[in-house]
């Protein structure tokens, strides 16, 4: 009798783990300035929230938005370009300030070096007159660092003024616009029948400690730059067996002005 059972008795195993949780994996990561030189390197972003949504946020946002009878107001334009200004004025002063550190450091070395001849000698000699070289260069760089600075932060003092005022505009429309944004969401995911999930990047920039039934989800997350965020809102189909992974970059972001 007991044998008879053991078919009925996998197939419920079988359903019971074809139902149970499937693992998404999601890692994140970034293109920025090399802070230690020129170009650009990858790296990992850790403390990023990462929620899995079983319905598209930005389509409930665009539905809301279609529906209000007003349109957003927009950004303008001499605004945009104030602020494109501004970062290159930042990246201006970066770099005098990273040319001031490497001259710094090659003239910390160079009198760590002297140290060891006596200052009759061939060697002590050359390195005092490459000593003078840079220390002359460090004055011209600091100069140059001190201005950069004072005209960065003249022209973010002033665009930081207009930001203010037309983000409190676009709150205030958002606040009308988007005031049935909650039960929407509830709804939605109510119809999916499946559950929001959320986790936070460890110092890897991976977020594994998802766990969740198998359909279809929005990976949503958002990271924040100087004056703008990366903004990522992928679809995902997570289905039983290895572990669902996506990695979210600048490659599948959405860069959005941060005012």
């Known amino acids: 009798m007991r044998r008879r059972n053991l078919p009925f008795a996998m197939t419920l195993l079988l359903a019971a783990a074809a139902c149970g949780p499937a693992q998404v994996v999601v890692t994140v990561e970034a293109e920025m300035d090399n802070p230690d030189g020129e170009g650009m390197i990858t790296r990992s972003l850790p403390g990023v929230e990462v929620q899995l949504l079983p319905y598209d946020r930005d389509a409930i946002f665009d539905s809301l938005e279609a529906a209000f009878p007003t349109p957003e107001p927009p950004i303008p334009d001499e605004l945009i370009a104030a602020r494109e200004e501004v970062a290159q004025a930042q990246q201006r002063w970066q770099a005098a300030t990273n040319r001031w550190n490497t001259l710094r450091d090659t003239l910390q070395k160079i009198t760590d070096t002297m140290g060891q001849y006596n200052r009759g000698e061939a060697r002590y000699v050359a390195l005092f007159r490459e000593f003078q070289e840079f220390d002359s260069q460090l004055g011209r760089v600091e100069r140059q660092m001190e201005a950069a600075f004072n005209e960065f932060d003249q022209m973010q003092r002033g665009t930081i003024r207009q930001s203010d005022s037309i983000r409190i505009v676009r709150d205030n429309w958002a606040d009308e616009a988007f005031a049935d944004v909650g039960p929407v969401m509830t709804e939605k995911a109510r119809i999916s029948g499946l559950l929001a999930a959320a986790d936070t990047t460890d110092a890897s920039g991976v977020a594994?400690?998802?766990?969740?039934?198998?359909?279809?989800?929005?990976?949503?997350?958002?990271?924040?730059?100087?004056?703008?965020?990366?903004?990522?809102?992928?679809?995902?189909?997570?289905?039983?067996?290895?572990?669902?992974q996506i990695t979210l970059s600048r490659s599948n972001a959405q860069e959005r002005i941060k005012l």
């Open 208 to 244: 594994a400690g998802f766990e969740v039934k198998p359909g279809r989800y929005w990976v949503y997350a958002r990271y924040e730059l100087p004056y703008t965020e990366l903004y990522w809102n992928i679809p995902i189909d997570v289905v039983r067996g290895e572990p669902t």
